[in-house]
């Protein structure tokens, strides 16, 4: 999930934005943490290396940029979105590194993940410390807006770990249809970017219609930005997704282009099963890796699941356009959708 | 950490009473969970055994024991008291079901734990969905006290969370002073009882010197009675605790009465410590751990362990004393803390 960052040309500006923003009270959320997990956190998020040295290596920042516009499209100061915007960025945190453990993951951002160093038990702990930091950024407030935050980031932090448990179960079946996989990712990506982009609205007491509205942006932005996500897993280039290449198919995941090609009935399905069975099993050959890939083309899934991208994202764009919310706000969350809609690989 | 089971001879009726009372209500909390682990939870909960059939295993139900006695002793229904008893209770379990893989604890109460029988994924999951279920459970509830319950159970779950670092940490060490211990039991074990024994009456919106009074009689009652489980630890019977002999030993675990005897000078504290840096690397032999039993029996930490639980018990029952709380309701209290506080081992 790495192209253009924070900063770099091609980059939409609010992610460096919301970064300076969000960045100061996340580094003060962060630092509450017992000190016998704090350096792993800061390992985790990019902020030290191994060693303890600073480092900026973080994650792009795409969900507080998008709790930001959404303070903004309710005519809100930007500043508004902060403690919902540090809260959904530690849950996503903390699911990042118990799906680390979980799926095995020896390696994240081009580095070394934090169970893979730590051990499970240090990213086991430094996860559950992560959840409970982030809902109390908006518990402690006293706010009634932060109460409606809070509800809204805890519904889809549930969802998020729904999401989760059914995408571990699809990796002990065989097949899993196209809209069982839709429906995984929903909960999975699709909540939390949904969250991100009304809770700034909540905040901001922007109108029952208005915050639903940016949630249902959120929503075909986060199936969009997943599907992309789910073409890198399997043709994206190790340089560019700091993952090994077809790293979903080495796990077995049943992402959307691999579900698409085991609905299309043939010799080709019944060949790309017993392989994915295989990979259940033991280590792939690279050989039977680059087998599995063609069947997948061949399928016409690559295809099928750019197409699904694109129409999540002009979903999102006409969704944006139907809501009266403020023309800036408006034109940045577009830009950003695009960004995550449209990524190379 | 089994004596009489609820319902059986010797157990206080609260506890038997607090079942009746509150699991209902956690069953409904549970059957939201996602199908594809609500029979892991249900497993680990002994609702059901390995193949799925109804079992009645289920812990002594402490910590809701408390809660409902907490609302009845600010005067208030026991029926009050439940959200947050469920809550905790959830909380309680997220807790175990993580811990037994970080403490890679492959037996709970007689029966094999559920990473040990399901897999680390699903217990780290199962774990994740339970601690956002509980704080759901107050969340979601339109009473401003069930935002101020919700706050005191977040911020009690995230000391437990600590306590459960240190812990970890404590392990690393060659010695831990009993100081550091005691400090680390307070927060792994005190402050969900504290929670426990205060947040009906929060619930109840008793003034606030009761509720913070009651939380005072949990700590005490939680520290005697982790002390107790600290003696269990080491010479506990495994028909009684469902644990294997000495098993804090085992796992260099820095319980009280071994700190204690790591702070006693002389060869024996050489010898002890040389033989627990042993176990951290390697399974002991039975005549080391024999040994490890004598050398912490012949420095007298047995006996400052248990002194320590009886004086724990006693400050929890004098606080108890000092509250304007409803009478039945405080010699239920006392009950409960003399039966936590004098288990047999």
Not at 230 to 235: A, F, S, T
Not at 273 to 295: M, N, Y
Request: with cysteine; charged share 25%.
């Amino acid at each position: 999930m790495q192209t253009a960052k924070p900063g770099q040309p091609g980059s939409p500006p609010i992610l460096s934005r919301a970064k300076e923003l969000v960045y100061p009270s996340l580094r003060e959320a962060v630092d509450e943490l017992h000190p016998g997990i704090r350096h792993m956190v800061e390992y985790h998020l990019g902020w030290i290396d191994a060693e303890g040295r600073p480092d900026s290596r973080g994650g792009k920042s795409v969900r507080p940029a998008f709790a930001v516009l959404s303070a903004e499209a309710a005519g809100a100061p930007a500043q508004t979105a902060v403690p919902a915007a540090v809260a959904i960025e530690l849950v996503h945190n903390f699911s990042l590194l118990h799906d680390d453990i979980m799926d095995q993951d020896r390696e994240r951002r081009h580095r070394t993940t934090v169970w893979a160093r730590y051990g499970v038990a240090a990213g086991i702990i430094s996860g559950d410390a992560l959840v409970v930091l982030a809902l109390d950024q908006l518990l402690r407030r006293p706010e009634p807006a932060a109460l409606a935050a809070a509800r809204r980031v805890w519904a889809d932090t549930r969802d998020m770990i729904g999401g989760q448990v059914d995408d571990l179960g699809f990796e002990e079946r065989v097949a899993v249809t196209w809209e069982e996989c839709v429906a995984m990712e929903a909960q999975k990506t699709g909540a939390l970017l949904a969250c991100s982009a009304c809770v700034g609205a909540i905040l901001a007491e922007a109108p029952a219609p208005v915050v639903e509205g940016l949630a249902g942006f959120g929503m075909h932005v986060g199936l969009a930005f997943q599907a992309v996500d789910d073409m890198l897993g399997i043709w994206g280039r190790p340089e560019v997704t700091g993952k090994p290449t077809s790293s979903d198919l080495r796990r077995s995941k049943k992402s959307l282009p691999i579900s698409a090609a085991l609905e299309v009935e043939g010799p080709g399905r019944d060949e790309l099963a017993g392989l994915l069975g295989d990979f259940h099993t033991r280590e792939p050959a690279e050989s039977e890796l680059e087998r599995a890939v063609e069947l997948i083309e061949s399928s016409g899934s690559r295809e099928r699941t750019a197409r699904y991208a694109a129409d999540h994202l002009r979903a999102a764009l006409e969704m944006l356009d139907s809501l009266p919310i403020v023309p800036e706000a408006h034109a940045e969350l577009a830009g950003l959708a695009r960004f995550l809609g449209e990524r190379d690989y």
